[in-house]
């Protein structure tokens, strides 16, 4: 072979070691590119902006408070039972309820109802709601989020596709009733 012709092994190294890093950046930029790209590509799921049934009106007596769960309508087969969402649901005179999520507003750990002092207490750092979910005292800003809720054919819905998240629930009013 012609000498001249003939690549230097530092030559034929450098291009492979281009070729290996343009591979690797190609296969690392895959992830990023489809992170970007996914509030453009990604398609809406059935059911997120559905209602969903917690159960007859006879499971929630006028003036009590009692745990509910529901189905996440946007869920994967390997979620298992994570896809149930609790919420605590409050009858406050048989045609108006409170639907709370389970979510303490401070960091999102889950409060329990304690009907002795009509308070719903956060385990995590102390923080305490009233039974209309207004904050009482804590560390927590705000009052828990209340779901969007309506009555049809003797069953209390909730609207599914709104998440309790710090941003929503700091523009939140309170829970709408809806009457159908």
């Not at 072979?1 to 070729?19: D, F, H, P, T, Y």
């Not at 605590?88 to 999520?101: G, I, K, L, M, T």
């Not at 960091?107 to 002092?117: A, D, E, H, K, Y």
Request: a positive charge.
């Amino acid at each position: 072979m012609n000498q001249e012709n003939r690549m230097s092994r530092r030559a034929a190294l450098v291009k492979l070691g281009i070729l290996f890093n343009g591979i690797l950046g190609a296969f690392l930029a895959v992830p990023i590119v489809r992170y970007v790209l996914s509030p453009v590509t990604r398609e809406r799921k059935v059911g997120y902006e559905s209602w969903l049934s917690l159960g007859r009106l006879e499971q929630f007596p006028a003036g009590q408070t009692r745990l509910a769960t529901y189905r996440n309508p946007v869920v994967n087969t390997w979620d298992g039972e994570t896809d149930d969402i609790a919420c605590w649901v409050r009858n406050v005179d048989d045609r108006n309820f409170q639907v709370f999520a389970i979510n303490c507003a401070h960091l999102g750990c889950p409060v329990r109802w304690f009907p002795q002092s009509s308070l719903f207490l956060c385990p995590c750092h102390g923080g305490a709601y009233y039974q209309d979910g207004s904050r009482a005292s804590g560390p927590p800003e705000r009052g828990l989020f209340q779901y969007h809720y309506k009555l049809e054919d003797g069953q209390l819905f909730i609207k599914a596709g709104e998440m309790p998240t710090p941003g929503r629930a700091a523009n939140q009013t309170g829970g709408a009733a809806t009457c159908a």
